[in-house]
Antibody, heavy 125, light 107 residues
């Protein structure tokens, strides 16, 4: 069974750093792109970016470029989303999801399936 | 960025009803559209990809159609377990963008 399991909920203070994880199993981790999606409280889904663990190539949404870093460690089949300095506005649920195709510089022609269970990040002083 | 506009934002229907949600893209996206279901407190789940192809295991009461800029998602016979928020998503051009969601409630 293809599965993505995310790290647990986090409570942080503004200005702190954070790295959350997404561990893939049941498939070749290096052969599929993995994306990250933000869902702020009571709001919709926002695509943040995507990584190809095979060569660590990444694509970011302009909204999130420079605000977060997406990385991967193929030795443990895990993708990461990290912040160097959190803000209260980063409070949200974050999902990782496997992407079914490839990504060029302009398009990622496929869908997200499956999704991780989500990691709730709360940033509050 | 391509803007995806879903309609309606919320919807109340009775068990057994036919339910239709529309999604309009701000520019041509051919067939590059997916539909997801998100139940309260859960992660999204893929239902339909490439505008009209049902993902494996998804009940046949769900269907999708459309191309270009206008797309439709339909539940032919609403079931109680279909209570959820539904999102369209385009992947024609980066950044990938989602519609704002349609919250479906049972009357």
């Amino acid at each position: 069974e293809v599965q993505l399991v995310q790290s647990g909920a986090e409570v942080k203070k503004p200005g702190e750093s954070l790295k959350i994880s997404c561990k893939g199993s049941g498939y070749s981790f290096t052969s599929y792109w993995i994306g990250w999606v933000r869902q702020m409280p009571g709001k919709g889904l926002e695509w943040m970016g995507i990584i190809y663990p095979g060569d660590s190539e990444t694509r970011y949404s302009p909204t999130f470029q420079g605000q977060v870093t997406i990385s991967a460690d193929t030795s443990i089949s895990t993708a990461y989303l990290q912040w160097s300095s959190l803000k209260a506005s980063d409070t949200a649920m974050y999902y990782c999801a496997r992407h079914g195709g490839y990504c060029s510089t302009t398009t990622c022609p496929a869908w997200f399936d499956p999704w991780g269970q989500g990691t709730l990040v709360t940033v509050s002083s | 960025d391509i803007q995806m506009t879903q309609s309606p934002s919320s919807l109340s229907a009775s068990v057994g009803d036919r339910v239709t949600i529309t999604c309009q893209a701000s520019q041509e996206i051919t067939k590059y559209l997916n539909w997801y279901q998100q139940k309260p407190g859960k992660a999204p789940k893929l239902l339909i990809y490439d505008a009209s192809i049902l993902d494996t295991g998804v009940p046949s009461r769900f269907s999708g159609s459309g191309s270009g800029t206008d797309f439709t998602f339909t539940i032919s016979t609403l079931q109680p377990e279909d209570i959820a928020t539904y999102y369209c998503q385009q992947y024609d051009t980066l950044p990938i963008t989602f519609g704002q969601g349609t919250k479906l409630e049972i009357k």
